[in-house]
């Protein structure tokens, strides 16, 4: 069977492969983005000063809720600390009669409290979380309509990682193969090499990722045991039981002295605080423990009364299965990462980027060179080509251009988070016209040329437009702050140098082979095409 | 084509009933079990999408994917039948 067999799937690695790729490589390229998703969210807020004091912080949030919503339903404050840009606080109004409870959050009843404990405004901008929700949410599609066709796109990378091990019978040899400057045999090379490299990762990512969209891709196993879905929940996630109003005013305890004494009882940082009905003696404080100081994602959290601030309830240690979800879930997000492994998880994420447009632009290569007649290709194959062009190069020049947007767009202009957005479709949407309407040689060229200058030139301006420059930062210590910027300069050189070799490439049509004019360009296994 | 179909809905189809198979054989508490199938049931539509086309014709792997589906289904019935959904 050995060798039809392994033929089969080098069928089903070339176009389970193709079909989904390029939304592939959004999601891969947005998941690698999202795994600095909190450094981002400071980094493109740069007026904000740096958390010092997190209790400091908390207290002001407490402070300030008690003031603006002093009788809500509930509080909601994300516990500050010196990765993110302050304490997020969100509160519930009282339902009025006969009214539903609001289910969104508005925009009139969330805060940022900044690092000197009083309420800040920033620029209007959606940071890291961008990233983080076009990873599985897309954006411009209905959520949920988002989230199937990622989890089909993910159930497709996992065949496709499946089947190309098994292409790939010299799987070992192969990683220690770049043959440089080669056309097809480079890109091919280059697809191995980035794909072997981090396939551990890549295998680890893609099933893990399915794990965290679980409840909605596979809930039949839950059907098969369960009458009534919420008997499943109530069985995994234990809850306190919930408490009526008392409607008799009683004072809400310090903030500071819960945290310590969770902290404490947890083991760990907390992340979350959950408060409801405040300023009553029904008030209950939730605490849970945050992600980033554990492996599992399935954090343990405690309950305390909010008028004596005593220890009323504690989460019950999780089942096997459910720490194995819950760790599965932790792994593909990799908050539990300190910086060195954080690092690691990035890189990892730019090779799986690099490896599904070398895949790409690798169906491309190996196309042309059995085309009739290569001078005027068929329409599906031009299609791919220049779509290759216009989404591989585009998005990250999107990316580009959204910081740079994130920098100039005006504070006060309406909507000035979603135009951020906007400007990065907007560039893919411009990118993909180019495609269409230069050689793909040159559009390459220009494309990842204009993406390495932009890049380049974004930690230029943070030093003289903004309080946060690279050196300012270095002097005080904030390496979240400094490294986005060394960072973003690093990537702007790579692209530029990938846009260089484009440029210089000659195809070997003069040497009597078959014509090929696209520009293999021999990238280096690890030249970060994001 | 056949391949296609037999790879994407019924491998998806087979995955999803070995994984409701699972959940009920399984011994151990009913909620870990649900869980433990689920995890299982992705790399169970993986290999079910990987032998559509390693197996020798469509039609083979269209029936075989389907003979396998109908064996967990009738496992999930019986076993329901039997003691019943919580």
Known sequence: ????????????????????????????????????????????????????????????????????????????????????????????????????????RGRDTQALIGASGDAVTARDTRGGEFFYRFHFDLHYVPVIWARWLVGLAAMMMLVAILSGIVTHKKI????????????????????????????????????TGLVTLMAMLMPWAIVANYAERDRFYDAVFAEPEAVERANQPAPLVNLVGVVRDAEKRLGGPIGYIDISEPGDSSARITLSRSGTSMLSARVPSLVYDGASGRMLWQSPEPGGATVTAGAMVGL????????????????????????????????????REKLPDPARPHFGFRLVERSNVGILAG????????????????????????????????????????????????????????????????????????????FAMIAQGDYVMAGADL????????????????????PAEKRKRAARSVPATAMPALEPAE | MLRVLAAVPLGYAVGSLWGMALARILPGDRSQVTIAATLAAF???????????????????????????GLAGAITWLSILVTGRI
């Open chain 2, 43 to 69: 790399a169970l539509c993986a290999f079910a999408a990987m032998w559509a086309f390693a197996a020798r014709s469509g039609w083979r792997a269209f029936w075989t994917l389907l003979l396998m589906g």
């Open chain 1, 172 to 207: 070992f040899k192969d990683f220690f193969t770049l043959r440089r400057g080669k056309g097809q045999r480079s890109w091919l090379d280059g697809h191995n090499a980035t794909a072997v490299l981090a396939l551990p990762f890549h295998l680890m990512i893609t099933y």
């Open chain 1, 395 to 470: 998005f990250p020049l999107g990316t580009a251009c959204m910081f740079w947007a994130n920098r100039l767009l005006p504070v006060g202009m309406q909507d000035r988070a979603q135009w951020e957005v906007h400007t990065l479709f907007l560039a893919i949407a411009f990118s993909i016209i180019y495609a269409c309407v230069r050689r793909p040689a040159q559009a390459w060229v220009a494309l990842l040329g204009a993406t390495g200058a932009l890049l380049c030139a974004l930690p230029v301006y943070n030093m003289v437009g903004t309080p946060s420059g690279l």
């Open chain 1, 487 to 506: 960072t973003v300069f690093v990537f702007g050189l790579a692209f530029g140098a990938v846009a260089l070799r484009v440029s210089r490439y000659r």
């Open chain 1, 332 to 367: 593909h997000a990799g908050r539990f990462a300190d910086a060195g492994l954080r690092w690691i998880y990035f890189l990892c994420g730019v090779a799986g980027s690099v490896m599904v447009a070398s895949g790409m632009v690798l169906w491309v290569v190996k196309r």
């Open chain 1, 1 to 104: 069977m050995s060798k039809s067999f392994r033929q089969s799937q080098s069928f089903l690695h070339t176009w389970s492969g193709l079909v989904l790729g390029w939304l592939l490589f959004f999601i891969f390229a947005a998941g690698t983005i999202a795994f600095w998703r909190e450094g981002l969210n400071r980094w493109m807020r740069p007026e904000l000063p740096r958390v010092e004091q997190p209790e400091v912080v908390l207290a002001g949030a407490q402070r300030f809720l008690q003031g603006k919503a002093p009788d809500a339903k509930s509080w909601f404050i994300t516990m500050p600390s010196d990765r993110l840009p302050g304490a997020q606080i969100f509160w519930q109004p009282q339902p009025k009669e006969g009214e539903k409870p609001r289910r969104r």
